[in-house]
Every structure is written in structure tokens, then in C-alpha cells.
């Protein structure tokens, strides 16, 4: 692999992810529901420029000549599903996603789908643990949302490690090849491999409850799933 499509190491969490989720399967679906029926042709054009905009929607996995854990550079855009209105509900199209492997040599590590209906359309993102968690996607989706208005988007993130950020000094993640000194097996069974299927189910809340629910999330700096869910 050359050296010049590395955009850098990955960091411990983020090797965690990637490592335990081989398989792909190490991922997650958030869903988005807006008023107006949305064209295919822009919503590609809204994923591209908030890929554009934020340097992880557009890496994939890989390992530098060195045998380091990294992001690296794709060339590929996010791809786009688009679903029939009348073919299922949200919730099996969001169930489709977790169970559907996001995994690959070059593509980024995010996939997106959307379902236009008469009046309305969801969009469905799917991330790879190792790029984003819970709160990073929402502001992804904010970002999509925001692009599709036509407004300005706000600053591209700094992309760092944990540990830079925090300035702890960690060693990097190298291929088990790389330490021994031999050659890895291009076809290396993953580290993991889960066969369990993914369900999702949905929860009306009430708009008092929903809104006391998100002023706590605010306060904590976390997620109304991590509320929920905890």
C-alpha cells in the first residue's frame, strides 16, 4: 500500500472498532425523517459536500507499509440506496442496514440510504464504530440536513486521535505479521465474527417526556439513545 493515500494512524479506540468489527459488522444505523420528498440527485449532492467537509466520511481501513493500523484515503463517494416508498417499513429498512456487513478495501466507511415517500422522506445513515460514535453521527445528519436546506455548513472538525487530543502517548497498532517480521495472509480470518441478527424496534414518546429527555441529554453531553439505553 503506498504510504501517500495513509491519512494517519488509527487510535486505540478506533482500532478496537476495527479490529472487533473485521467483519463489518461493528456498526450502526441513525434515521432521519423530513417533511417534502427529496430527490435522489440531491441528496448525493448534499452527501458529497458534507463528505467533503469532514475528512473521515472519507477513509477506509488499511495498513501502512510499516504494518500500522490507518485510515486510509478513499476516492469513492458515499454510496446512496434508494428504497420504494410502498417496499417496507422504516424500522426493516433500519434493520436491514445493522445486518448488512460495512466493510471494504476502498469505500468510506459510512453508506447512506433514503426512502421518499408522498410528503415525506427518511434518510438513513450507517457508520462504521471506528469513525464515528452516537453523538458524531447525529452531527453528521445535522450536517446533511443543513446541506440539503442550502445553508452554509458550519467548520470541518480537527481530526485527531484520542490521545492527541488528551496528549497521551500511545504506540502504534501493527499487523501481527509486522511484529514477527513475516508476511501476512491476505485473507486473514477476522478477529471477529458475529452470526447474530440484529432487531429493531420503535418507541413513541411523548413531546413533554421527548423534551425533557433531550435537555438532559444536552446537559450530560450525551445521546437520548445513551438515555434510554443505559
Not at 445553508?151 to 497521551?168: C, K, M, N, V, Y
Request: include cysteine.
Amino acid at each position: 500500500m503506498s504510504t501517500s493515500r495513509t491519512l494517519r494512524t488509527l487510535g486505540a479506540l478506533e482500532h478496537l472498532f476495527a479490529a472487533y468489527g473485521e467483519d463489518g459488522t461493528m456498526k450502526f444505523t441513525i434515521a432521519a425523517r423530513v417533511s417534502g420528498t427529496l430527490s435522489e440527485t440531491a441528496v448525493v449532492a448534499a452527501l458529497a459536500k458534507v463528505q467533503e467537509r469532514h475528512v473521515l466520511l472519507g477513509v477506509s481501513l488499511g495498513w501502512s507499509e510499516d504494518g500500522s493500523h490507518c485510515f486510509v484515503v478513499s476516492e469513492r463517494p458515499i454510496s446512496l440506496t434508494a428504497i420504494a416508498a410502498s417496499a417496507t417499513t422504516w424500522e426493516r429498512i433500519a434493520e436491514s442496514e445493522m445486518n448488512r456487513p460495512l466493510v471494504s478495501a476502498d469505500a468510506p466507511l459510512v453508506r447512506a440510504a433514503m426512502v421518499a415517500g408522498s410528503g415525506s422522506t427518511t434518510l438513513f445513515l450507517t457508520f462504521n464504530h471506528a469513525i464515528a460514535d452516537g453523538m458524531a453521527a447525529v452531527f453528521v445528519m445535522r450536517q446533511l440536513l443543513t446541506a440539503l436546506s442550502g445553508a452554509e455548513l458550519s467548520a470541518p472538525a480537527t481530526d485527531a486521535r484520542l490521545e492527541d487530543r488528551i496528549g497521551l502517548e500511545v504506540p502504534p497498532f501493527l499487523r501481527k505479521s509486522a511484529v514477527s517480521g513475516g508476511t501476512a495472509a491476505p485473507d486473514a480470518v477476522p478477529l471477529h465474527s458475529s452470526t447474530l441478527r440484529t432487531t429493531v424496534d420503535s418507541l413513541e414518546i411523548a413531546a413533554d417526556r421527548l423534551a425533557k429527555l433531550r435537555q438532559t441529554a444536552k446537559s450530560r453531553d450525551t445521546t437520548i439513545n445513551s438515555m434510554i439505553t443505559a
